[in-house]
């Protein structure tokens, strides 16, 4: 993406809460959300799709409730990083048995560990609250203990924050060897193989900074929200992400907001205005972008601006066919 | 631990085995042939659940005969699978067997997402609850424990029947045959002049009218909620990834293991009893990574 479209897109999130009423809290939502898109959207680099990062998400929205629950309150910060870190050792471990899958069994396996976890959380009702889940006490932010006014728009900045940070670092991420080896996942494996490279290696390394960036998420919506339910772990949780890694554009890490972005406008108005049939609205919108989109918004977006700028050339269908 | 209990969750195994089978066959028969996981699977099996339940309830309230809950299991099934299944296919999938998997299966988490939302527009939040089946055929007593018939006998016995049908089916008829051909290679059989695209179709509606067919017999054992649909199509994922993808037979055994499973940890250990099933497929995942039956595949380069 361009430096001017990405700082434009980030200077209008940054004042949208002004211009659009209500909806700050839609916006910390997203954007927290999104986080955890982009660490779907990471493996997808590898041709791996997870259907259960909701775990790492929910681990890290767990570990935010009991730091406050045990430790009075907690600090916002303090809580963000013990819930990226825990997220990031689960994510080692669980990665260690999981890289050595790939395509279906990869996404079950994934899917089983989050499950376990799920009726974890909803059994064990003395540790965790079971199906009512904890509430999270509000933290301070350094230090200070503040209302749930100005709490919020801080809150906020520091999810647009940890976005752009994400972004960038995730960016150059995919830029770097590691990322190039871990696109080699996708294309062919043993050809990496073959050059010395250890592919589960590689996996695994992208597997705990998915984890880790699921759990950013988690933190920021767990103490967003005020709430921490098992329902965080189900599986169509990680299907959501998954499901928004593919609307706003997998190819690119600025398609996660974007993707997030939509996903929760749309939900939130869907679901007030037409209750009873936002997930029609939902899926249908994901069947759209599927069928004629299949980069996703941000691929979208891309395209209608290089066919406005010039006619489409059969050199650039070729380029664009190598770069895929 | 006394022999009762034992027996007790034996059958209780074995009958929701029977359940999750119906549903695990027909995801297992269309992965097999079409490639596609396809998430929508599950509100087949809740569709089927909430046609057999209102239907059932309107026409014996109407004065109808009680043994139709038996004709209707079968016809709201292949209803289903042929209106519900059939459009999806035709309309959707059809278009999607070029694209990358996660793409395929996102289709199909679209559909799903789509069907929750149609099955509360038609039938509402409110449980449904409709069990002239279960009552029509009594109860027996075995080693002392009385059990609805339906549950022990009628659906073990038509799990079975549909085992032996289906692999019948699949090696001794036309239809089967091309089936199988396409699953074995969809290219040679392609070149051979073999239309893939209807033996898509008629597979995909099949497996369908199966999920259904679970749906309109789980219908009449338990009471018909909005997200059942949800909660079976993740538990067949488990049966069918613990038997390896795309194995009938395989299907049936995962079933039974992951049935009784469950239904030991109820009596046993009542928290595992969600967990079971994943963490029996984790631990068969881990020994033998492409599921129980699946054959060994040559590492290509």
Redesign the interface.
């Known amino acids: 993406m361009k430096p001017a479209l990405f700082l434009a897109g980030i200077l209008l999130c940054a004042i949208a809460p002004w211009i659009i009423p209500n909806s700050q809290v839609l916006l910390t939502i997203a954007l927290s959300k999104g986080l955890a898109v982009l660490g779907v959207i990471v493996l997808l680099q590898a041709g791996q799709v997870s259907f259960g990062h909701a775990l790492f998400y929910a681990i890290a929205a767990y570990g935010t409730a009991f730091l406050g629950k045990y430790f009075g309150g907690g600090e916002l910060f303090l809580a963000m990083a013990i819930g990226t870190i825990s997220a990031a050792l689960a994510g080692l471990l669980v990665g260690l048995f999981v890289v050595r899958y790939r395509h279906i069994f990869f996404g079950m396996l994934n899917l089983s560990v989050s499950m376990i976890f799920f009726s974890i959380l909803e059994k064990f009702y003395f540790i965790t609250g079971g199906s009512d889940g904890l509430r999270v006490e509000r933290p301070s932010v350094l230090g200070i203990a503040m209302e749930r006014g100005p709490f919020e728009v801080v809150l906020f900045y520091v999810a647009l924050v940890c976005a752009v940070l994400a972004m960038i670092l995730i960016h150059r991420f995919l830029s770097s060897p590691l990322g190039n080896h871990l696109r080699a996942i996708k294309s062919n494996e043993v050809r990496l193989e073959y050059l010395g490279v250890s592919p589960r290696l590689v996996l695994l390394k992208g597997y705990i900074v998915s984890a880790a960036l699921c759990g950013l998420g988690g933190s920021l919506m767990a103490v967003t929200l005020g709430v921490v339910t098992p329902e965080y772990a189900w599986w169509v949780r990680s299907g959501e992400f998954v499901f928004i890694a593919i609307l706003g554009g997998s190819g690119s890490v600025g398609g996660a907001f974007v993707g997030a972005l939509v996903y929760e406008g749309v939900r939130t108005y869907a679901s007030a205005f037409a209750a009873d049939v936002w997930q029609l609205i939902l899926g249908g919108v994901l069947l759209v972008v599927i069928l004629f989109a299949p980069k996703g918004l941000i691929g979208f977006i891309k395209q209608r601006k290089a066919s406005n700028l010039r006619p489409r050339s059969s050199k650039s269908a070729a380029g664009e066919a190598l770069s895929k | 631990m006394n022999a009762q209990i034992l027996a007790l969750a034996l059958f209780d195994g074995l009958s929701y085995a029977a359940l999750v089978f119906m549903v695990a066959v027909g995801l297992t028969l269309i992965f097999g042939v079409l490639r596609v ?1 396809n ?1 929508a699977h599950g509100s087949f099996f809740a569709m089927g659940a909430y046609t057999t339940a209102s239907v059932g309830s309107a026409i014996f309230a109407a004065g109808f005969a009680p043994w139709l809950a038996f004709p209707l299991m079968a016809v709201s099934a292949i209803l289903i699978g042929v209106l519900v299944g059939g459009t999806v296919e035709k309309l ?1 999938l059809s ?2 067997y070029e ?5 395929q ?3 199909t ?6 069907l ?3 099955q ?2 038609i039938w509402g939040v409110q449980p449904l609850f409709e069990s002239t089946a279960v009552n029509l055929l009594g109860t027996i007593e075995v080693f002392g424990i009385v059990y609805t018939k339906y549950q022990l006998l009628f659906l073990p016995a038509v799990a079975a029947s549909v085992l032996i049908l289906l692999r019948l089916g699949l090696r001794h008829t036309l239809t089967g045959h091309l089936i199988l051909a396409v699953t074995e290679d969809r290219e040679a059989a392609i070149s051979i002049g073999i239309d893939a695209q209807k033996v898509y179709l008629v597979t995909f509606i099949v497996g369908a009218s199966l999920a259904a067919f679970g749906g309109a017999l789980a219908s009449a054992t338990t009471s018909v909620i909005p997200g059942m649909g ?1 909660d079976m199509i ?1 538990l067949s ?2 049966v069918v ?1 613990t038997a390896g ?1 795309g194995q009938i037979e395989g299907a049936a055994i995962a079933a039974v293991l992951i049935g009784l499973g469950r239904s030991f940890a109820v009596y046993f250990y ?6 079971m099933p ?2 029996i ?2 631990v068969v ?2 020994i033998r ?2 599921g129980l039956f699946a054959p060994v595949e040559a ?1 290509k ?1």
């Not at chain 2, 009542?270 to 967990?275: G, M, T």
């Open positions: 996981l998430v959707l278009r999607i694209m990358e998997d996660v793409l299966i996102l289709v988490f679209a559909v799903f997402m789509m929750e939302d149609v509360r527009l949800a993740v994922f488990a990834a993808f009542p928290e595992l009893e969600v967990l994943y963490l497929m984790f995942l881990l990574p492409n590492r380069i």
